[in-house]
């Protein structure tokens, strides 16, 4: 499972440029991934937590204001907040990690 989900993670990188050619595909992926809450399988990975920190990581570098324009940005925001709410509120009690 843990493959699959870093392909994921890969493919929802390319949301860091609106503008690129593979953006849109990017953007039905994260909607199809919210919508189904895919990512929950996370926790049928040995090591839930790396994946869970590159998601975070991921979708915050995405969705900074500066980088995409407002209307671009909200509605990453409106499919991030759900998707991480939902992963974080199952995880359990976070260990502290290093960076």
């Not at 953006?23 to 929950?40: C, N, Q």
């Not at 839930?48 to 570098?61: K, Y």
């Not at 900074?64 to 499919?79: F, I, S």
């Amino acid at each position: 499972m843990q493959p699959i989900l870093e392909l994921f993670l890969e493919q929802l990188a390319l949301l860091k440029d609106p503008s690129g050619p593979s953006y849109t595909d990017a953007f039905g992926l994260l909607e199809r991934l919210t919508e189904i809450r895919g990512f929950m399988l996370v926790f049928d990975c040995p090591e839930p937590e790396n994946i869970i920190v590159s998601l975070v990581s991921t979708c915050v570098s995405a969705a900074r204001p500066g980088k995409n324009q407002a209307e671009t940005y909200n509605q990453l925001e409106n499919l991030m907040a759900p998707l991480l709410t939902n992963i974080l509120g199952e995880a359990p009690r976070a260990s502290p990690c290093k960076v």
